[in-house]
């Protein structure tokens, strides 16, 4: 999310989570000093890729984030610090066929979900999926999310891998690039096109 107006449109879908991107190469940064408002319990993320600790710990007081999504090549030690501020913390993977899911170990008691993306020329945002059957090779209980090119085409999809045990501890689903009119700015209708149909079997 990026434009104040539409924040507060997308709010009224009441997704679990919005996300704010802190990253400065990416064409989707949050730049206004606008503090955030959106409904309870409307959870706000703060994502980085590879930031200093004390401008995420500034940013997270500043906008009073209740999580923080780390997506770059952060260290568990790293996420416990970043732990130690009072949020959640996601750490994101980009996942491929070579993808070696026994490294997440050692990040396991120092966040509160992972997030597996596509591997791609970006650290998020390509709008591709990997092989969801890869993550059969996940053995570990922390949840996490499902994300890379999620759009409207996807749902009998997600609902298929919902029913499957690789998503026993799927928490949600990301969604961003395939759902946009421009960078940051989300197509309201396709959101609520993409409630509609995942909840219309109750999934």
Same mark, same amino acid.
């Given at each position: 999310m990026?434009?104040?107006?539409?924040?507060?449109?997308?709010?009224t879908?009441?997704?679990?989570y919005?996300?704010f991107?802190?990253w400065?190469?990416s064409?989707?940064k949050?730049?206004?000093?606008e503090?955030l408002?959106?409904?309870?319990?409307?959870?706000?993320v703060?994502?980085? !890729?590879?930031e200093e600790?004390?401008?995420i710990k500034?940013?997270?007081d500043?906008?009073?984030?209740?999580?923080?999504?780390?997506?770059?090549s952060?260290?568990?030690?790293?996420?416990?610090?970043?732990?130690s501020y009072?949020v959640d913390v996601?750490?994101a993977?980009? !996942?491929?066929?070579?993808?070696?899911?026994?490294?997440l170990t050692t990040?396991?008691p120092?966040?509160?979900?992972?997030?597996?993306? =596509?591997?791609?020329?970006?650290p998020?945002? @390509?709008?591709?999926?990997?092989?969801?059957?890869?993550?059969?090779?996940? =053995?570990?209980?922390?949840?996490f999310?499902?994300?890379?090119?999620i759009g409207l =085409?996807? !749902?009998?999809?997600i609902k298929?891998?919902?029913s499957t045990e690789?998503a026993?501890y799927?928490h949600?689903?990301?969604v961003n690039s395939r759902f946009e009119?421009?960078?940051?700015?989300?197509?309201y209708?396709?959101?609520?096109?993409l409630?509609r149909r995942?909840?219309? @079997?109750?999934?």
């Amino acid at each position: 999310m990026k434009y104040p107006e539409n924040i507060q449109d997308i709010s009224t879908l009441h997704p679990d989570y919005l996300g704010f991107i802190f990253w400065e190469k990416s064409q989707r940064k949050f730049d206004t000093n606008e503090i955030l408002e959106v409904p309870s319990p409307i959870k706000k993320v703060a994502v980085f !890729v590879d930031e200093e600790e004390e401008k995420i710990k500034s940013i997270v007081d500043y906008y009073t984030f209740d999580v923080v999504q780390l997506h770059g090549s952060e260290t568990p030690e790293f996420c416990e610090v970043i732990k130690s501020y009072g949020v959640d913390v996601i750490k994101a993977f980009s !996942v491929d066929e070579n993808f070696d899911f026994k490294q997440l170990t050692t990040y396991e008691p120092h966040i509160d979900y992972f997030l597996f993306d =596509t591997k791609g020329k970006l650290p998020g945002g @390509n709008g591709i999926s990997f092989d969801w059957d890869l993550l059969s090779q996940y =053995t570990l209980e922390k949840p996490f999310f499902l994300s890379g090119g999620i759009g409207l =085409t996807s !749902v009998d999809a997600i609902k298929s891998f919902l029913s499957t045990e690789n998503a026993k501890y799927c928490h949600g689903i990301d969604v961003n690039s395939r759902f946009e009119k421009k960078k940051g700015f989300k197509n309201y209708s396709k959101l609520k096109r993409l409630k509609r149909r995942l909840y219309e @079997n109750e999934i």
